[in-house]
Each structure stands twice: as C-alpha cells, then as structure tokens.
C-alpha cells in the first residue's frame, strides 16, 4: 500500500468515527472570492465531507480537479477572476483609507461576484423555478456576496456562513456580538486598528466604524438584496434578517494565533485545513540550488494577490541589495525578472509554498502577512517578517509581532538598512525560532480535531435543520439598547440638567447677596453723607 492509500485509509476511518453518522445529505456550497487563499482553506472541508458520504456541489474559483473524489461536483466560477484583473493593492493602499476602498472598491466588486454566480449557466438551472434540485444546507462565503444567502431560501435549507479571513465588524454587529470599533482583531481597518491607540485615532475609528457599518447595511446589503431580487423574485426574505438567523458561521481565528474578542456561540473555529503534513518534494532545480546552502535561506512571498511589479523601484532595490549581501540564500517569488540579480537569489514566478516552509534549511519567510500563509508558517515554526498591503494582513502581523515571533515592515517606509536590520535581528536572534516553536505547540495543543469539529457542526445543522438555539436575542435588539446607549443619554441629560439648575441656582443666589450687598453699601455711604 503506498502512503497516498493509506493516508486515504487513515482519513476514511477517523472520519467514520465522527459521531453520530448521519444519512447521505446534499450539500451546497458557494466559495465567491476569486482568491486561491480563499479557496484552498476548505478544500480538504469538502473532500472531507464527500468522503463521509455527503454528496457535494460546490461553486469554485479554483476547482480541485480530483476525479478519485466521488461525489463532489465542481463548478468552476474561474471567470470570477476578471473581476480583480489588474487590481493593483499597492496603488488602493496608498490612496485610500480603508472605509473609502471598501466604498469604492469593494462593494462594487461584491455586486459583480454576486451578479456573475446568479447569472452562471449552470447555477441558473438549478435554482429555475422547475429544477427539481434540492439541498439539506447551503454555505456560502459572507465576506463579500450577502445577496446569495436567498439560495438558501431558495432550496428550504438552513444557512451556514464560512469565512476565511475572519469576520467584519457588520457581522459580528449582526449575531449580536459586540462591535469594538478600535480593538486590533478588526482586520477590515487594516492599519487604522493597532495597540495602545491615542484617544484621536479612537475617536476617528469610532466614527469610521460606525460609518461603514452603516453604509454596509443600508446601501451594500439594499444593492445585494436587490440583485437577489432580479433573479429570484421578489418573494425572497431580507438578506439582513437572514444573517441575523444564520445556523452557524464558521470562520478561522485559532485562538493560539487571533486577538481574543467575545463572540457568539454559533461562530465556529476552524484552521490549518490546508496545511500539508508532508508537503511535495522540491524540484531538481530548487533541490540544486538549496543543496549548496550552509547558511540557510530565506524565503520571499507576497502571496497570490500582491504583485512586486508594483513595488518602487527603491523598494525592490532595498530588498534585492540586502539580499545580496547576506551570506544565506533566498528563495524569492515574484512576477518581474531583475536584470542585475545577485548568484545567491533564485528567482520564480510560482514557489511550492509549504515545501519550501517545511525545508530544514529554512531560516526566515518575508510574507504579506495573509492568514493561510501564516498558518503554514507557524505549522513549520518559521519566524516571520510582514510587509502588509491589503485587507487582513495588517492584523494577522500584529498579532505575529505581539507573539515575538515576527517582525513589521512598514510599507511607507522600507529603505536598505531598515530590511538589513530586521533580517539580521531575526537571523541572530535564536528567541524567534524558539517562541515559533512554543506558538506551535500551543495553537496545535486542542481538545478536538477542527477538521472532526467542523462536520459534526455542519451535520448538527443538517440533523436538526438550523441551531436556532444558538441565536441571541441581541442581534434583534436595535444598537442603542444593545449598548444602553439610551440609557447613558439619559443620564447625561440629567446631569446636564442638574449641572445647569445648579449654576443658575449658584447665579441668581450670587446675585441676590451682591444685590444686598451693593443696597447696604449705598446705605450706609447715605448715612455717612
Ligand atoms: C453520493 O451521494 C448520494 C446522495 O447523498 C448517496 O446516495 C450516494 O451513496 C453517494 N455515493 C457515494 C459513492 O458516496
Ligand atoms: C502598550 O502600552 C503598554 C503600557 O504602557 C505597554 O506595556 C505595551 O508594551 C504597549 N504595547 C505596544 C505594542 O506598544
Ligand atoms: C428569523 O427567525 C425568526 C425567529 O425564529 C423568524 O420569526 C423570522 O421569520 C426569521 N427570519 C428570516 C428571514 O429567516
Ligand atoms: C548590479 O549589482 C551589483 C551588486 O549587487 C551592484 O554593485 C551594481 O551597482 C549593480 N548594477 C546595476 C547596473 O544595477
Ligand atoms: C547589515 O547589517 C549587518 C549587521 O548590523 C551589517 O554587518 C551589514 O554590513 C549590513 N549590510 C548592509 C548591506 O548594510
């Protein structure tokens, strides 16, 4: 038996121990950013529950291909990739603030994803009035396409939320979890949020916060509803209301590894369902040039949606000098040829990520900060160093540097000796390696396997038709009761109130004594007089 069969062995007979079994169940799921982050954080969610039994369909940017899964069929959504064709994050980082790039950039983008899944061929069919498809639960990504939650509808099915990176503030704000407008877990802030925030900067994320929170829910949400509508007829539930009762919502903020916030009982944990135990072997190529390497190399990635052709030339300049002058190799993926590389870089457009990550020689990996990649960098204790662009990257950074296990380069301001001076403090510095290690053992140290924990949920919802059990009456009450608000404006209306009677009591007493005062003063000058 050779090790793919028996680790198939393997996983079939764990995931039969998952209790309690559960007849064959019809599982829709729609992944709908275009982001191979995106999608490959549940793919082993999907083979999974295929194999259990379960027959699949799923809507993919990025599509396994594996004909050994039976049961999961796969359509392709790999047009969705248009959408972002050119985008360049670099240039969105440095023009806009985060609430304005959400306003201008991606709440259009969303409306597109949204528009191109009810408009795909294959989807329209199944959810045509006549289609006689049916589902026992649909899932769908709510990060950016709130306007699919009808399919739910749709089918008569429960309604399971997943997220790859985490949730937004308008999500937790509708479970009814509370809203922490400058609290560092707030990834959609990207460098607005941070530790020891000045009373200024809380104030502006308190007003911003609040600003997009109600910009998502009374224009975002209204436009999605409506391109529901168009497709779906009007007969469809609000979009709010039903992310209010959603099932579940699974998301991946390990605890070892995320900024501790109060959540809902129905958020869900999962993480690491990517991450490969024994990578693939490197090729000859990379073997050759990593098999002369007595100092180690480092490692170089920006992840999938980052392109270094948009760097300045002065920030690739900085990085390749100081690559050159180290006594280590580096390994660096990226989208532009220099014309000048050093012999010790070797250069790629496309890198085995997590067979490089899990090379013995491997000493230091320059990342963008995205969540999956540090997920496979802590699986293989590798201390980090981020350079944030986008998104969640900012956050997963911080939550790095505040471990001791990585360190921070700000885009705005990288020169030669900043990169020199960051590479070398890891490299000479053994305590990263080491709190890697014990960040490893802590994150990986659970009393259940997420993979295992992740199906037993989404069968639960199967079972028993929804978790309606787990939904707070929070998430129904408005946002000035969630808060007392009211309450405090009450109280500050009294205090303003006795505070002003006060000092007009203090005035007019004032008054009368002076008064008096002045009265006898006269009298007695007309006595002496
Ligand atoms: C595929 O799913 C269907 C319906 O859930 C089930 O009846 C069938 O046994 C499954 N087939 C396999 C090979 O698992
Ligand atoms: C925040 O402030 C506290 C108390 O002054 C300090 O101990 C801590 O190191 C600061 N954190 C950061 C990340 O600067
Ligand atoms: C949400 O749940 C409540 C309580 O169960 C129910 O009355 C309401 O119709 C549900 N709304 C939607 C849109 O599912
Ligand atoms: C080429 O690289 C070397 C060493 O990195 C550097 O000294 C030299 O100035 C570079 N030449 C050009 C034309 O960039
Ligand atoms: C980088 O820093 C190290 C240690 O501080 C120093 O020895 C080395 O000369 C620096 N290299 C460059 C290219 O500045």
Redesign the pocket.
């Known amino acids: 038996m050779g090790p793919t069969a028996k680790m198939t062995l393997w996983i079939m007979c764990f995931l039969c121990i998952v209790t309690p079994f559960l007849e064959a169940a019809r599982i829709l799921a729609i992944i709908s950013v275009p982001s191979y982050s995106h999608q490959v954080a549940f793919q082993s969610l999907w083979t999974a529950l295929s194999r259990r039994g379960h027959e699949l369909v799923v809507l993919t940017t990025d599509p396994v291909n594996d004909p050994s899964i039976t049961n999961l069929t796969e359509i392709d959504l790999h047009d969705s990739y248009n959408t972002l064709k050119g985008a360049n994050h670099v240039k969105g980082m440095e023009q806009y603030t985060w609430v304005a790039l959400e306003r201008n950039i991606f709440f259009s983008i969303g409306h597109t994803l949204t528009e191109n899944i009810y408009k795909h061929s294959e989807v329209r069919k199944m959810y045509a009035p006549d289609s006689d498809q049916k589902f026992d639960v649909v899932i769908v990504e709510i990060v950016k396409t709130p306007g699919l939650y009808p399919l739910a509808h749709r089918f008569n099915a429960p309604l399971i939320g997943i997220s790859s990176i985490g949730l937004y503030s308008h999500n937790y704000y509708l479970f009814g979890a509370p809203v922490l407008p400058s609290h560092p877990s707030n990834w959609e802030m990207g460098k607005a949020t941070?530790?020891?925030l000045s009373l200024w900067q809380r104030l502006n994320n308190f007003i911003q916060q609040w600003y997009h929170l109600y910009c998502v829910l009374n224009h975002f949400y209204p436009e999605q509803q409506a391109i529901a509508e168009k497709y779906l007829g009007k007969n469809i539930p609000d979009i709010n209301d039903m992310e209010r009762n959603i099932s579940i919502m699974i998301h991946t903020q390990q605890e070892a590894i995320s900024f501790i916030r109060p959540i809902t009982p129905n958020i869900i944990t999962f993480g690491n369902f990517h991450v490969s135990k024994k990578p693939p072997a490197l090729s000859k190529d990379l073997n050759k040039f990593l098999a002369d390497a007595p100092n180690g190399f480092i490692y170089m990635s920006l992840g999938t949606n980052i392109h270094m052709s948009h760097f300045s030339k002065h920030l690739l300049n900085a990085f390749h000098d100081t690559f050159a002058s180290l006594p280590c190799k580096i390994v660096w993926k990226m989208d532009i040829k220099l014309t000048n590389k050093s012999d010790n870089i070797y250069i790629a457009k496309w890198l085995p990520q997590q067979s490089l990550l899990a090379h013995p020689k491997i000493r230091l990996f320059i990342y963008q900060g995205g969540l999956q990649s540090t997920e496979e960098a802590i699986y293989n204790a590798v201390p980090l160093i981020g350079l944030p662009i986008l998104a969640d990257q900012f956050t997963h950074i911080n939550k790095m540097?505040?471990l001791g296990v990585a360190k921070y380069l700000n885009y705005q301001d990288i020169s030669k000796e900043i990169v020199n001076e960051s590479i070398t403090d890891i490299l000479n510095d053994k305590r990263y390696k080491e709190r890697m290690l014990k960040l490893k053992a802590r994150n990986e140290d659970k009393p259940y396997n997420l993979l295992e924990n992740t199906i037993w949920w989404i069968e639960f919802v199967i079972r028993h038709k929804g978790a309606s059990h787990l939904h707070s009456t929070i998430a129904d009450d408005p946002w000035y009761q969630r808060y007392d608000m009211d309450i405090v404006a009450i109280f500050s209306l009294a205090i303003c109130v006795t505070l002003i009677c006060t000092l007009v009591i203090i005035y007019k007493l004032l008054k009368i004594i002076f008064n008096r005062n002045t009265k006898n003063q006269v009298d007695v000058s007309k006595k002496i007089n």
Request: neutral net charge.
């Open positions: 941070g530790f020891n540097v505040s």
